[in-house]
Nanobody, 124 residues
């Protein structure tokens, strides 16, 4: 059983930056595709970014391309989401997820483990 704990959320002004972290325990971290999803108030949870087990492949939803960067440190069992040029529409609870497969996917149901989420609020 894998446990995921997110941190790094908070309040930031438009145009600002935040870095989210997700620490994993209880499994072999390097065996998992890792992803970030987000859920804005009143909306469904949506895919934001994902990274392959080696870190060599990344995938982003169009709305965050060029602004967000996903990375991982397998030695630290941690995945990161660097968020730059933040916009009010990025306001959401951000969730870390793990998938015990090789292929990166964007569907929520195909991820095996989830963190509890961290709130990101972009507002002046």
């Amino acid at each position: 059983q894998v446990q995921l704990v997110e941190s790094g959320g908070g309040l930031v002004q438009p145009g600002g930056s935040l870095r989210l972290s997700c620490a994993a325990s209880g499994g072999t971290f390097s065996n998992y595709v890792m992803a970030w999803f987000r859920q804005a108030p009143g909306k469904e949870r949506e895919f934001a970014a994902a990274i392959s087990w080696s870190g060599g492949t990344t995938y982003y939803t169009d709305s965050v391309k060029g602004r967000f960067t996903i990375s991982r440190d397998n030695a630290k069992n941690t995945v990161y989401l660097q968020m730059n040029s933040l916009k009010p529409e990025d306001t959401a609870v951000y969730y870390c997820a793990a998938r015990a497969r090789v292929v990166i996917v964007t569907k929520i149901a195909l991820y095996d483990y989830w963190g509890q989420g961290t709130q990101v609020t972009v507002s002046s």
